[in-house]
T-cell receptor
């Protein structure tokens, strides 16, 4: 069966520091991968999605970036964090080639920027 | 652009009762999927139920069912025989392509009215 992992679970970082959040998927090949951000008590905002290695689409211009160095690995990064980057970050995957297929979510990373 | 609207920021339900969460959406697509996700305090998003737009039959998963009204672009979630574990934030979502568009969520608050007893503890007082 497929599983999705996110690391770390929680993170507290000072303003201006770099960021690297990791998402890995097991049990499937060539998945579509997604990064979402959720502010407290709000809905999810799509940040990036990827349909393959090295293929990244950005939905919201910001100081965040994403990379997909391996088929089942998706990384969210920043060179300098802002206070507004605080939030809950969720990674998700769906079956490749089926645009309307279900997305399955990881456990999330809670990021606090001080 | 596709939009998803959940007009109820908060709902409450008594244990064992039924509650319906509302969702409407706007799209020009003819082929799309609709979802309800549950987000408990752990904040992991858990898929509750899925509906394909081309299917007229309403999806059902155990105590969870939907009322899909395609013409009205309405997709409500009914939870029957509510349990305390159903208390969570519920998100309605739509996808007609690679993007999943979420509503703002409905916080479901559960009220227990059934007394759950443990197995008991025998206390023996020795002289």
């Amino acid at each position: 069966s497929q599983t999705i992992h996110q690391w770390p679970a929680t993170l507290v970082q000072p303003v201006g520091s770099p960021l690297s959040l990791e998402c890995t998927v097991e049990g499937t090949s060539n998945p579509n991968l997604y990064w979402y951000r959720q502010a407290a008590g709000r809905g999810l905002q799509l940040l990036f999605y990827s349909v393959g290695i090295g293929q990244i689409s950005s939905e919201v211009p910001q100081n965040l970036s994403a990379s997909r160095p391996q088929d089942r690995q998706f990384i969210l990064s920043s060179k300098k964090l802002l206070l507004s980057d605080s939030g809950f970050y969720l990674c998700a995957w769906s079956v490749s080639g089926r645009a309307t297929d279900t997305q399955y979510f990881g456990p999330g990373t809670r990021l606090t920027v001080l | 652009a596709q939009t998803v609207t959940q007009s109820q920021p908060e709902m409450s339900v008594q244990e064992a009762e039924t509650v319906t969460l509302s969702c409407t959406y706007d799209t020009s697509e003819s082929d799309y999927y609709l979802f309800w996700y549950k987000q408990p305090p752990s904040r992991q998003m858990i898929l509750v139920i899925r509906q394909e737009a081309y299917k007229q039959q309403n999806a059902t998963e155990n105590r969870f069912s939907v009322n899909f009204q395609k013409a009205a672009k309405s997709f409500s979630l009914k939870i029957s025989d509510s349990q305390l574990g159903d208390a969570a934030m519920y998100f309605c979502a739509y996808t007609g392509g690679s993007r999943l568009t979420f509503g703002e969520g409905t916080q479901l608050i559960g009220f227990g009215n059934v007394l759950h007893c443990g197995s008991g503890t025998q206390v023996i007082v020795l002289p």
